[in-house]
């Protein structure tokens, strides 16, 4: 049987990094966890870490203010997975140049997988701001990581289901509304739904394949490239009410936004993307792309069908 690459994980005890770690163990990778000192003070973070190390995994401590830390942390393993944070509320993603030029420096790693997993940064120069901050330094991060020709994928894993899925997409909203319910739009727009659970296996499964290889591998499961109006109809249906539907043009959607919070600035600019301009669907994937549910139909993925059944 062939070796399995050993894999660090930077970001392991976060929303998308600890689905990695799961995924990592249950498919026999020897998993490595990067962790900080900081982290011995959230008793939490200290829990999940102490879980994953009972399930097999290593923990490596280092710090992105240490160059040596991080080089010796990387020596160790074959693969670099970054799950660290990219909202608004913990935007990290410019470290990842520290880890960039420590991977440059140990020169063994055969596979770099960058904190990505939601949009394509490639494809989205025309986002409207402040939420374009996230894709502008994720380009930054690309950059660096072709300037010194790391080998790497990207992972374009669009709508995470526990953000959207169970609050029918509406704007701070995490559970099923109960009488009523707004759609973008005419509520047709295209998206991609996709289990977190889902994304950790794929980016395991492509972190050893040739034919992911410094491209971009999006998420699209078929079943799961639904509107907005087919995900609360999937609701209704499984759940057996019906919703009042307001539809929300795109100047009613947008008016008043400058008046908003930051935060919530960031969340109205990237609804827009998704709901209006239908920025996850509305294109081919080229030669420089892969599907992760073509290469890897063994995948039992898990449809919205399911995955709302929890909210029942």
């Not at 520290?98 to 440059?104: G, N, Q």
């Not at 996230?134 to 289901?161: C, G, M, Q, W």
């Amino acid at each position: 049987m062939e070796e399995r690459s050993r894999i660090l994980i930077v970001g392991a005890t976060g929303y998308i990094g600890r689905r990695i770690v799961k995924a990592s163990i249950a498919l026999a990778h020897p998993t490595f966890i990067l962790f900080r000192k900081e982290v011995v003070s959230d008793v939490e973070k200290v829990e999940m870490l102490l879980s994953f190390k009972k399930d097999g995994a290593k923990l490596v401590e280092a710090s992105f203010d240490d160059h040596g830390s991080l080089v010796d942390a990387v020596k160790q393993v074959d693969v670099v997975i970054s799950a660290i944070a990219g909202n608004h509320m913990r935007h990290q993603i410019l470290q990842q140049l520290k880890l960039v030029e420590a991977i440059k420096e140990a020169g063994n790693i055969k596979r770099f997988v960058p904190s990505e997993f939601g949009m394509d940064p490639g494809l989205m120069e025309h986002a409207m701001a402040p939420g374009n901050i996230v894709f502008i330094d994720k380009l930054k991060v690309r950059e660096a990581i072709e300037a010194a020709a790391i080998p790497h994928t990207y992972i374009s894993a669009n709508i995470f289901a526990g953000y959207l899925v169970g609050g029918l997409a509406q704007l701070g909203r995490v559970m099923p509304p109960s009488d009523k319910v707004f759609l973008y739009g005419d509520g047709n727009v295209k998206a991609v739904w996709v289990d977190e659970d889902d994304i950790g296996i794929y980016t395991i499964k492509a972190i050893d394949d040739p034919c992911t290889l410094n491209k971009t591998m999006y998420i699209r499961p078929p079943l799961n490239i639904l509107s907005q109006k087919e995900v609360v109809e999937k609701w209704e249906q499984l759940s057996g009410k019906r919703l009042n539907k307001t539809y929300i043009s795109v100047d009613d959607f947008l008016v008043g936004m400058e008046d908003q919070s930051y935060g919530e600035k960031i969340g109205i600019s990237h609804f827009y993307q998704i709901f209006y301009r239908g920025d996850l669907y509305n294109f081919e994937i080229g030669p420089n792309g892969v599907e992760a549910s073509e290469l890897y139909p063994e995948v039992k993925y898990t449809t919205m069908d399911s995955f709302m059944e929890r909210y029942l």
